[in-house]
C-alpha cells in the first residue's frame, strides 16, 4: 500500500477552525430598553475526518451547537446572571431520569 503525501485531513480541518472558545460562549453587549445585557451559551463544535483503507478518498465535516444558558444583566448592583429557564429544564430534564433510572437499578441489584 502506497503512503500518502497528502496532509492529515483532520489537521487540516482543525486548521480551517478559528478559535472562537470565549467569542462563541458570550454574545456581544446589548442594550434592551436601556438596560444592558451580554447573552451566554453553552457552545461545542467537533470535526472528524478519514480516510478507506485503499487510499481512494477521504472525507471529513463537522458541527456545532450552542444552548443559550442565560444573560449577564446589568443593573444598579452590577451585573447579574440571569439563567435561561428553558433551557435550564431542557438539560436538568434528562439528567433527573437519569439519576432516577441508576437509583432504581441500584435498589433493584441490592
Avoid: C
Amino acid at each position: 500500500m502506497a503512503q500518502s503525501t497528502s496532509p492529515d485531513i483532520t489537521e487540516t480541518l482543525a486548521a480551517g477552525v478559528p478559535d472562537r472558545s470565549v467569542r462563541l460562549a458570550y454574545g456581544e453587549k446589548q442594550s434592551v430598553d436601556g438596560t444592558e445585557i451580554i447573552p451566554v451559551a453553552l457552545v461545542t463544535y467537533g470535526f472528524g475526518g478519514g480516510q478507506d483503507m485503499a487510499e481512494l478518498g477521504t472525507g471529513g465535516g463537522g458541527g456545532g451547537v450552542a444552548v443559550p444558558v442565560g444573560a449577564y444583566i446589568g443593573g444598579p448592583d452590577g451585573l447579574r446572571f440571569r439563567p435561561n429557564t428553558i433551557a435550564l429544564l431542557a438539560v436538568a430534564i434528562p439528567v433527573i431520569g437519569v439519576i432516577g433510572w441508576s437509583i432504581a437499578r441500584i435498589v433493584k441489584a441490592a
